[in-house]
T-cell receptor, first 112, second 110 residues
Framework: DAGVIQSPRHEVTEMGQEVTLRCKPI?????LFWYRQTMMRGLELLIYFNNNVPIDDSGMPEDRFSAKMPNASFSTLKIQPSEPRDSAVYFC??????????FGPGTRLTVL | QQPVQSPQAVILREGEDAVINCSSS?????VHWYRQKHGEAPVFLMI?????EQKGHEKISASFNEKKQQSSLYLTASQLSYSGTYFCGTDDQGAQKLVFGQGTRLTINP
């Protein structure tokens, strides 16, 4: 299996621009997680889906962030408008039921 | 509530042992342990479920004390490849939502 796939791997954008991060989970996994990692705040769960349905989005910072999972093999995390404080590494992870989570390589986002 | 890991950092010589602790203020359903190398994604090590089980993975093992709401990760006869940051993730709902500790940076020197 190819593992969790994320794109782009690096994104540099200017403040105010829309950013879309993409994730393809491992085939057969039924849960998908979006995390954000920074030095100051560590690894934070933003939102997770189970069977394509958002279960808990309490970690989403504010209305500028939105996430979708239109089908079992694709999810997006969108930031609109982006701000410099959104700069971080964004990880997508997937799992089967309550088992281990497999992380993608991450997207390093820099907002200037 | 974020679990508290200790120590924050540890430096060892190859072959030495280390213990990393993870404490929660809440009753836990499970504890997950991950290792992250610099510039890479976290990699799963093991899950411990309530019941006080202990699991092992090569020379890395862990315990979960449900009563004390804490877990410990044991690394014996450490190897250079063990270097990285170790995170515990706790689940207090029996769901899949993990809250990760701040991490313990482990450095192994030859």
């Amino acid at each position: 299996d190819a593992g969790v796939i994320q794109s782009p791997r690096h994104e540099v954008t200017e403040m105010g621009q829309e950013v879309t991060l993409r994730c393809k989970p491992i085939s057969g996994h039924n849960s998908l997680f979006w995390y954000r990692q920074t030095m100051m705040r560590g690894l934070e769960l933003l939102i997770y889906f189970n069977n394509n349905v958002p279960i808990d989005d309490s970690g989403m910072p504010e209305d500028r962030f939105s996430a979708k999972m239109p089908n079992a093999s694709f999810s997006t995390l969108k930031i609109q408008p982006s701000e410099p404080r959104d700069s971080a590494v964004y990880f997508c992870a997937s799992s089967l039921d309550r088992r281990e989570q497999f992380f993608g390589p991450g997207t390093r986002l820099t907002v200037l | 509530q974020q679990p508290v890991q200790s120590p924050q950092a540890v430096i060892l010589r190859e072959g030495e042992d280390a213990v990393i602790n993870c404490s929660s203020s809440k009753a836990l359903y499970s504890v997950h342990w991950y290792r992250q190398k610099h510039g890479e994604a976290p990699v799963f090590l093991m899950i411990l479920l309530k019941g006080g089980e202990q699991k092992g993975h090569e020379k890395i093992s862990a315990s979960f004390n449900e009563k004390k709401q804490q877990s410990s990760l044991y690394l014996t006869a450490s190897q250079l490849s063990y270097s990285g940051t170790y995170f515990c993730g706790t689940d207090d709902q029996g769901a899949q939502k993990l809250v990760f500790g701040q991490g313990t940076r482990l450095t192994i020197n030859p």
